[in-house]
T-cell receptor
Framework: NAGVMQNPRHLVRRRGQEARLRCSPMKGHSHVYWYRQLPEEGLKFMVYLQKENIIDESGMPKERFSAEFPKEGPSILRIQQVVRGDSAAYFC??????????FGSGTQLSVL | ELKVEQNPLFLSMQEGKNYTIYCNYSTTSDRLYWYRQDPGKSLESLFVLLSNGAVKQEGRLMASLDTKARLSTLHITAAVHDLSATYFCAATPGGGADGLTFGKGTHLIIQP
């Protein structure tokens, strides 16, 4: 059973471009979470999704950020018109029933 | 709003010594999570503490939870170099794993 798969591991974008981060949960897991980690900081919750539904997006910035978890395929975190302040590590986690979380290896986003 | 505070944020200790990391949280949370993160890596789940008075041990690490005091501790016994990492605690107001709130982490260095 493969773990939570995130890609890409590293993503470099120029200001104003779009960033798409992908997350495939562990097999059998229907709950997906996205977190952002700034250097020397803990993880900040962004959004919690189940298949085709956003359950809690209280941690998502109101503009430029969106997330989806379609019926088929990975969960996508999309950041439009990236700015330097978006540079961070973005972690995805999945769980089977909303209990223990299993984290992916993260995507390090660098905005030039 | 749930706040999670860890202390110390940085700890340097020698092998063979004992030490405790503290995690305080501000509002009711029925469960408390401890994670380990190595530099540039993802988070590894260490413990999930589900009830008041819960104590779990794995090797040289022992975690406990006091929900009345809103305090969890991670105790390290006879530290070894391999335990060097950043340790995070996380709590959730909802009782499940929804939207975990993380502390800033304790950066632990164990010197030979």
């Amino acid at each position: 059973n493969a773990g939570v798969m995130q890609n890409p591991r590293h993503l470099v974008r120029r200001r104003g471009q779009e960033a798409r981060l992908r997350c495939s949960p562990m097999k059998g897991h229907s709950h997906v979470y996205w977190y952002r980690q700034l250097p020397e900081e803990g993880l900040k919750f962004m959004v919690y999704l189940q298949k085709e539904n956003i359950i809690d997006e209280s941690g998502m910035p109101k503009e430029r950020f969106s997330a989806e978890f379609p019926k088929e395929g990975p969960s996508i975190l999309r950041i439009q018109q990236v700015v330097r302040g978006d540079s961070a590590a973005y972690f995805c986690a999945s769980s089977p029933l909303g209990e223990k979380l299993f984290f992916g290896s993260g995507t390090q986003l660098s905005v030039l | 709003e749930l706040k999670v505070e860890q202390n110390p944020l940085f700890l340097s200790m020698q092998e063979g010594k004992n030490y405790t990391i503290y995690c305080n949280y501000s509002t009711t949370s029925d469960r408390l999570y401890w994670y380990r993160q190595d530099p540039g890596k993802s988070l590894e789940s260490l413990f999930v503490l589900l009830s008041n008075g819960a104590v779990k041990q794995e090797g040289r690490l022992m975690a406990s939870l006091d929900t009345k005091a809103r305090l969890s501790t991670l105790h390290i016994t006879a530290a070894v170099h391999d335990l060097s990492a950043t340790y995070f605690c996380a709590a959730t107001p909802g009782g499940g794993a929804d939207g975990l709130t993380f502390g800033k982490g304790t950066h632990l260095i164990i010197q030979p």
